[in-house]
C-alpha cells in the first residue's frame, strides 16, 4: 500500500496563528525534530516574504535531514513577467530545497476582482511557474488555493486551474480549503469531482500518476473530519500543522491526524515508533512557540486519557478498553487517574501506581491515604488540579520523601515607590546535604522573586532546574469555614521540555501558600525520570 504523505507546514502557515512566533534558530530545531518523528516534508517558510525565513533556509543548507524532505514555498510568478524575471521564484530557487510549493489561484472570483487579472493570463501564470520550476530539477507541490470555494463558484475554471498544473509538470496538487468554510459532506463530493474529472481528461497511465494532496483550515472545527475524508477519496498527501496552530482557527492538526490514519484507518504513514513520538513533537512544539499546551487535545493532551469518576477508574483497571478508544502508549501519551475527595481507594491505588509510589509499606494503606486526602481537602488542597503535590504528600505520609533541599528562611521585600509598578526582592537560605547556599534575586512579583531566588540557589547543586519554568499562578480564595479566617489555594503549573506538572499550597497567607506550593515544583522536577527525547 502506498503511504499516505505527511506534510508539515507548521513553520510557514502554523506561523500565521496569533501569538506563534519562532525565530530561525527555533524553527531548525522544531524542522530536526519534524524529522526525527518521520515527517515526510517539511515547509520551511516563504523565502521570498521575510528575511527571517531566507535565514532559516540559510541555516537549513547545513543541515542534514534523515529522510524529510525540505520545502521552499512562495506563490506562482506576477502578471506579465516571465517565472525567471519573478524575484520570489527566484528566491526560491536560491533557497535550494529539492522541493517547492507554489500555491496558485483557483477562484475567478480572486483572479478577476482581488488580482485584476485575466482568466487566461491566470492559467499562464500557474502553467509558467511549474514548467520553470521543474525544468530546474524541483519536485513541485501545487497549492491550489481557495480550491473548494472556487470549485463552488465556478467548477469548470476551478478544475482547468489544475490541469494546467499537472499538465505542466506538478508532482503533486493540492486542493486549498483556504478559508476554512467548507463542511465535511463537501469535501467529499468535489474530491470525488476531482478525481472523476482528472480520469476523464488524461489517459488512464497519467491520471493514475497524479497525486492529490489536501490542506485544509479549522474555521468550522471540521480540519481534521475534512481532510480525513479525502484521503478516504484519494488523496495521498495530508498539509497540516503540530497542534493545529495556524492563521485564525488554525489548520488541521497532525498529532491527531496521524493517529487516525495509523490506528483507525490503518494506513501507512509513520512508524509505530514515529507514531509513539507524538505526544512529546506536541510538547516540543507548543513549548518553543510559548503556549501553554491544551490538555484536552486529543491523542496527545494531558486530559485524553483522564479518568475521574470511580466506576470508570474500576472498569479500567479491569480492561482499559471498557472506557477507552485505544491504547495511549501508541501516540506516547499515558493513562491518568484523577484523584479527588470524591474518588474511592482504586483511583488513589491507581494514581499512586502510575507515580511510582510504593503503598502498603509502613502500616499505611490506601484507606488512610483516602482519609488524609479528605481531611486535606477539607482543610482547603484540592488534589485533582495538583498531580506533583498529590506525589508529595502521598510520600510523605508513607515516610518515603526524601527532601533533596531544606529551606532555613526566606525573606521578601516589596517596595512602591508612587505611580512605579512594584517591584520584589527575595533572598533566601537554603540547605542541600548540609552544605548552605544564601542567593538574592528581583522580580516581578514576590512569588516570581522568590522563585529566581530559589532557582538561583539550586542551580549550584541541579543544573536541570534550569530546563523547567513556571506557566501559570493561580489564586483562590476559599471561605473562611467554622469562624476560622479565609484562606487562599495557590495552585502553580511548571513545565519543562516534555511534562507539566501542578502544585498547590493552602494558608491563610499567601505568600505560605505560595512557598508551599513553590517546594513542592521543585521536588517534583528534582525527583522526577526524565522522559527520553
Ligand atoms: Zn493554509
Same mark, same amino acid.
Given at each position: 500500500?502506498?503511504?499516505?504523505?505527511?506534510?508539515?507546514?507548521?513553520?510557514?502557515?502554523?506561523?500565521?496563528?496569533?501569538?506563534?512566533?519562532?525565530?530561525?534558530?527555533?524553527?531548525?530545531?522544531?524542522?530536526?525534530?519534524?524529522?526525527?518523528?518521520?515527517?515526510?516534508?517539511?515547509?520551511?517558510?516563504?523565502?521570498?516574504?521575510?528575511?527571517?525565513?531566507?535565514?532559516?533556509?540559510?541555516?537549513?543548507?547545513?543541515?542534514?535531514?534523515?529522510?524529510?524532505?525540505?520545502?521552499?514555498?512562495?506563490?506562482?510568478?506576477?502578471?506579465?513577467?516571465?517565472?525567471?524575471?519573478?524575484?520570489?521564484?527566484?528566491?526560491?530557487?536560491?533557497?535550494?530545497?529539492?522541493?517547492?510549493?507554489?500555491?496558485?489561484?483557483?477562484?475567478?472570483?480572486?483572479?478577476?476582482?482581488?488580482?485584476?487579472?485575466?482568466?487566461?493570463?491566470?492559467?499562464?501564470?500557474?502553467?509558467?511557474?511549474?514548467?520553470?520550476?521543474?525544468?530546474?530539477?524541483?519536485?513541485?507541490?501545487?497549492?491550489?488555493?481557495?480550491?473548494?470555494?472556487?470549485?463552488?463558484?465556478?467548477?469548470?475554471?476551478?478544475?482547468?486551474?489544475?490541469?494546467?498544473?499537472?499538465?505542466?509538470?506538478?508532482?503533486?496538487?493540492? $486542493?486549498?480549503?483556504?478559508?476554512?468554510?467548507?463542511?465535511?459532506?463537501?469535501?467529499?463530493?468535489?474530491?470525488?469531482?476531482?478525481?472523476?474529472?482528472?480520469?476523464?481528461?488524461?489517459?488512464?497511465?497519467?491520471?493514475?500518476?497524479i497525486k492529490v494532496g489536501i490542506h485544509t483550515h479549522n474555521d468550522c472545527g471540521l480540519a481534521v473530519a475534512n481532510t480525513i475524508t479525502a484521503v478516504r477519496q484519494g488523496a495521498v498527501m495530508v498539509q497540516g500543522t503540530?497542534?493545529?496552530?495556524?492563521?485564525?482557527?488554525?489548520?488541521?492538526?497532525?498529532?491527531?491526524?496521524?493517529?487516525?490514519?495509523?490506528?483507525?484507518?490503518?494506513?501507512?504513514?509513520?512508524?509505530?515508533?514515529?507514531?509513539?513520538?507524538?505526544?512529546? $513533537?506536541?510538547?516540543?512544539?507548543?513549548?518553543?512557540?510559548?503556549?501553554?499546551?491544551?490538555?484536552?487535545?486529543?491523542?496527545?493532551?494531558?486530559?485524553?486519557?483522564?479518568?475521574?469518576?470511580?466506576?470508570?477508574?474500576?472498569?479500567?483497571?479491569?480492561?482499559?478498553?471498557?472506557?477507552?478508544?485505544?491504547?495511549?502508549?501508541?501516540?506516547?501519551?499515558?493513562?491518568?487517574?484523577?484523584?479527588?475527595?470524591?474518588?474511592?481507594?482504586?483511583?488513589?491505588?491507581?494514581?499512586?501506581?502510575?507515580?511510582?509510589?510504593?503503598?502498603?509499606?509502613?502500616?499505611?494503606?490506601?484507606?488512610?491515604?483516602?482519609?488524609?486526602?479528605?481531611?486535606?481537602?477539607?482543610?482547603?488542597?484540592?488534589?485533582?488540579?495538583?498531580?506533583?503535590?498529590?506525589?508529595?504528600?502521598?510520600?510523605?505520609?508513607?515516610?518515603?520523601?526524601?527532601?533533596?533541599?531544606?529551606?532555613?528562611?526566606?525573606?521578601?521585600?516589596?517596595?512602591?515607590?508612587?505611580?512605579?509598578?512594584?517591584?520584589?526582592?527575595?533572598?533566601?537560605?537554603?540547605?542541600?546535604?548540609?552544605?548552605?547556599?544564601?542567593?538574592?534575586?528581583?522580580?516581578?512579583?514576590?512569588?516570581?522573586? $522568590?522563585?529566581?531566588?530559589?532557582?538561583?540557589?539550586?542551580?549550584?547543586?541541579?543544573?536541570?532546574?534550569?530546563?523547567?519554568?513556571?506557566?501559570?499562578?493561580?489564586?483562590?480564595?476559599?471561605?473562611?469555614?467554622?469562624?476560622?479566617?479565609?484562606?487562599?489555594?495557590?495552585?502553580?503549573?511548571?513545565?519543562?521540555s516534555d511534562d507539566i506538572w501542578s502544585t498547590i499550597g493552602v494558608s491563610e497567607d499567601i505568600i505560605e501558600a505560595s512557598w508551599q506550593a513553590l517546594a513542592d515544583s521543585f521536588h517534583y522536577k528534582l525527583t522526577k525520570k526524565d522522559e527520553e527525547k
Amino acid at each position: 500500500m502506498e503511504p499516505v504523505l505527511i506534510y508539515d507546514t507548521t513553520l510557514r502557515d502554523g506561523t500565521q496563528g496569533e501569538n506563534i512566533n519562532f525565530s530561525a534558530e527555533d524553527k531548525i530545531k522544531i524542522a530536526k525534530r519534524l524529522d526525527a518523528a518521520g515527517i515526510h516534508y517539511i515547509e520551511g517558510g516563504w523565502p521570498g516574504s521575510n528575511p527571517r525565513d531566507q535565514q532559516f533556509f540559510e541555516l537549513a543548507k547545513k543541515v542534514r535531514f534523515e529522510q524529510a524532505r525540505l520545502t521552499a514555498f512562495g506563490a506562482t510568478r506576477r502578471p506579465g513577467i516571465k517565472p525567471e524575471e519573478d524575484v520570489n521564484i527566484t528566491a526560491l530557487l536560491e533557497s535550494r530545497t529539492p522541493v517547492v510549493a507554489i500555491f496558485g489561484k483557483s477562484w475567478d472570483l480572486h483572479v478577476k476582482t482581488i488580482m485584476n487579472s485575466t482568466l487566461t493570463e491566470n492559467l499562464a501564470m500557474i502553467g509558467d511557474s511549474v514548467s520553470y520550476l521543474k525544468a530546474s530539477g524541483k519536485e513541485v507541490v501545487y497549492d491550489a488555493e481557495h480550491f473548494f470555494d472556487g470549485f463552488k463558484e465556478s467548477s469548470e475554471y476551478a478544475l482547468q486551474t489544475l490541469a494546467t498544473a499537472v499538465e505542466n509538470g506538478a508532482d503533486f496538487i493540492v $486542493l486549498c480549503d483556504t478559508n476554512g468554510g467548507t463542511l465535511t459532506f463537501d469535501i467529499e463530493t468535489i474530491t470525488a469531482e476531482v478525481f472523476k474529472y482528472l480520469k476523464q481528461r488524461f489517459n488512464k497511465s497519467s491520471a493514475d500518476r497524479i497525486k492529490v494532496g489536501i490542506h485544509t483550515h479549522n474555521d468550522c472545527g471540521l480540519a481534521v473530519a475534512n481532510t480525513i475524508t479525502a484521503v478516504r477519496q484519494g488523496a495521498v498527501m495530508v498539509q497540516g500543522t503540530v497542534n493545529g496552530y495556524g492563521e485564525r482557527c488554525g489548520n488541521a492538526d497532525l498529532t491527531a491526524i496521524i493517529p487516525i490514519l495509523r490506528l483507525k484507518m490503518g494506513l501507512e504513514c509513520v512508524s509505530d515508533e514515529n507514531l509513539a513520538r507524538m505526544k512529546n $513533537l506536541s510538547r516540543f512544539v507548543s513549548e518553543t512557540a510559548n503556549i501553554v499546551p491544551l490538555n484536552s487535545r486529543p491523542f496527545v493532551g494531558k486530559s485524553a486519557f483522564a479518568h475521574k469518576g470511580g466506576i470508570h477508574v474500576s472498569a479500567i483497571m479491569k480492561e482499559s478498553r471498557a472506557y477507552e478508544h485505544m491504547q495511549p502508549e501508541l501516540v506516547g501519551n499515558h493513562r491518568r487517574v484523577l484523584v479527588s475527595d470524591l474518588s474511592g481507594k482504586s483511583n488513589v491505588e491507581y494514581k499512586a501506581k502510575e507515580l511510582g509510589i510504593q503503598l502498603g509499606g509502613n502500616g499505611y494503606d490506601s484507606r488512610k491515604i483516602v482519609s488524609r486526602i479528605k481531611q486535606m481537602e477539607q482543610a482547603g488542597y484540592e488534589f485533582e488540579a495538583a498531580e506533583g503535590s498529590f506525589k508529595i504528600m502521598v510520600e510523605k505520609i508513607t515516610d518515603q520523601f526524601k527532601p533533596l533541599f531544606d529551606l532555613e528562611s526566606f525573606r521578601v521585600v516589596i517596595e512602591k515607590d508612587r505611580d512605579r509598578p512594584c517591584s520584589a526582592h527575595a533572598t533566601i537560605k537554603i540547605s542541600v546535604d548540609g552544605r548552605k547556599e544564601i542567593t538574592a534575586a528581583e522580580g516581578h512579583g514576590p512569588v516570581s522573586a $522568590l522563585d529566581n531566588a530559589l532557582r538561583k540557589a539550586l542551580d549550584r547543586f541541579f543544573p536541570q532546574v534550569d530546563a523547567m519554568h513556571l506557566v501559570d499562578f493561580k489564586v483562590r480564595v476559599i471561605d473562611g469555614r467554622d469562624g476560622t479566617a479565609a484562606k487562599v489555594r495557590v495552585v502553580i503549573e511548571s513545565r519543562d521540555s516534555d511534562d507539566i506538572w501542578s502544585t498547590i499550597g493552602v494558608s491563610e497567607d499567601i505568600i505560605e501558600a505560595s512557598w508551599q506550593a513553590l517546594a513542592d515544583s521543585f521536588h517534583y522536577k528534582l525527583t522526577k525520570k526524565d522522559e527520553e527525547k
